[in-house]
T-cell receptor, first 117, second 114 residues
């Protein structure tokens, strides 16, 4: 069965600090997809990134970067020079490619990030 | 529509009453998913539709929960005889199809059972 673990329940940083959110996953599939979502106080889940299991290249998008390592089953997310607007709950999620549940997302428990001015 | 629309945004109901939650996916999206977000359980998968069919209902917590989708578009999640433990935010997401993995989520319906 697939599982996603976000060990950090809450993180608090001061603006301009760098912060890394950890995500570890478990799956038996060789083909799968990993995601990060942001949930601001408004409640809507905002898509940040999708990665498939065959693409281990790290990705950078502005202040955001992602480190995907299959060897450790991790997909960590780093925010550089954090800002108050980054305060939100961040979810890591996994979607397998087999069985009848195509596209079903399994979410981690989420990490509450608070960035103080 | 431009995004996934859910209604109502908030619903307060008395224990034992039935409720219906509605999801309008993005036009042309054939895959539709329901999730539940509660304090103790995080984000849980409930059911997904491909067109009007529901190949996977494994996440529905009890037989009080049901969902349907008509015309390959609007979906309704119905909870019968609501219980306090049903209180949660119910989120809907749609995707062009099940293989694309490009999910767009709605803002959710916050259900409170009193």
């Amino acid at each position: 069965a697939q599982k996603v673990t976000q060990a950090q329940t809450e993180i608090s940083v001061v603006e301009k600090e760098d912060v890394t959110l950890d995500c570890v996953y478990e799956t038996r599939d060789t083909t799968y997809y990993l995601f990060w979502y942001k949930q601001p106080p408004s409640g809507e889940l905002v898509f940040l990134i999708r990665r498939n299991s065959f693409d281990e290249q790290n990705e950078i998008s502005g202040r955001y970067s992602w480190n995907f390592q299959k060897s450790t089953s991790s997909f960590n997310f780093t925010i550089t020079a954090s800002q108050v607007v980054d305060s939100a709950v961040y979810f890591c999620a996994l979607s397998e490619d087999g069985g009848t549940s195509y596209g079903k997302l399994t979410f981690g428990q989420g990490t509450i990030l608070t960035v103080h001015p | 529509g431009a995004g996934v629309s859910q209604s109502p945004s908030n619903k307060v109901t008395e224990k034992g009453k039935d409720v219906e939650l509605r999801c309008d996916p993005i036009s042309g999206h054939t895959a539709l998913y329901w999730y539940r977000q509660s304090l103790g359980q995080g984000l849980e998968f409930l059911i997904y539709f491909q067109g009007n069919s529901a190949p996977d209902k494994s996440g529905l917590p009890s037989d009080r929960f049901s969902a349907e989708r008509t015309g390959g578009s609007v979906s309704t999640l119905t909870i019968q005889r609501t219980q306090q433990e049903d209180s949660a935010v119910y989120l809907c997401a749609s995707s062009l199809d099940v293989f694309v993995r490009g999910y767009t989520f709605g803002s959710g319906t916050r259900l409170t059972v009193v």
